[in-house]
Nanobody
Framework: QVQVVESGGGSVQPGGSLRLSCAASGTIFTINTMGWYRQAPEKQREMVATITRGRTTNYSDSVKGRFTISRDNAKNTVYLEMDNLRPEDTAVYYC????????WGQGTPVTVSS
């Protein structure tokens, strides 16, 4: 059994920053890829950023240069540093933890507005 819990979401003004955290706990032997996905109202879920166990990263074009994904393997935790936030970044952000299968967190809302 694996539990995934995100935190760090909130409301900011355009140009602001947030740092999301996601910690996995439970029966974990090896975490392969960790990632962040988001879903805005009436839109499909989209990949934001992923990071492999070897720390190879991948970003969606819309966040490149603004977001940074990182991980702490000892803590089974993945982070998403979001800078220069835009209104279109408003969404619920979900953490994914890929072990033998993919586990998802409950999501943490991010709202970017004036």
């Amino acid at each position: 059994q694996v539990q995934v819990v995100e935190s760090g979401g909130g409301s900011v003004q355009p140009g602001g920053s947030l740092r999301l955290s996601c910690a996995a706990s439970g029966t974990i032997f090896t975490i392969n890829t960790m990632g962040w996905y988001r879903q805005a109202p009436e839109k499909q879920r989209e990949m934001v950023a992923t990071i492999t166990r070897g720390r190879t990263t991948n970003y969606s074009d819309s966040v490149k240069g603004r977001f940074t994904i990182s991980r702490d393997n000892a803590k089974n935790t993945v982070y998403l540093e979001m800078d220069n936030l835009r209104p279109e970044d408003t969404a619920v952000y979900y953490c994914s933890i890929m072990i033998s299968r993919t586990y998802w967190g409950q999501g943490t809302p991010v709202t970017v507005s004036s």
